[in-house]
């Protein structure tokens, strides 16, 4: 009885992992068309989309910097100013570049 016990757990381990192997598969074998307009257009508004949410993400990341450099002066923390502040200008230098994506000539 412990020995069939034994081989049914295998079985479903084996079943488990070929089916996810197969459904893994089958969704990424999707063959995906731009909608009603051509490559360029597509790919210029993929690039907009990223350029769009990487400068949010740029300006939360100097939002948190800010708020650690706050928190330092308030603790008179000399890392941790410096550690926010690097932050907070990382955080900007990321937003400058993507407001100034068309200066990198993308979509030529």
Do not use: H
Request: hydrophobic fraction near 60%; aromatic fraction near 12%.
């Amino acid at each position: 009885m412990k020995l069939m016990n034994q081989k049914n757990k295998k079985f479903v381990k084996v079943f488990t992992v070929l089916f996810t192997i197969a459904v893994v598969t089958s969704l990424t074998a999707v063959t995906a068309f731009a909608a009603g307009g051509s490559s360029e257009a597509a790919y210029q508004s993929t690039i907009e989309f990223f350029i769009t949410w990487i400068r949010r993400i740029g300006m939360m990341v100097a939002f948190v910097g800010a708020i650690m450099f706050a928190l330092a002066i308030k603790n008179n923390d000399a890392e941790q100013k410096q550690a926010g502040l690097i932050t907070m200008i990382a955080g900007f230098i990321v937003a400058a570049l993507c407001a100034a994506s068309s200066m990198f000539d993308l979509f030529s």
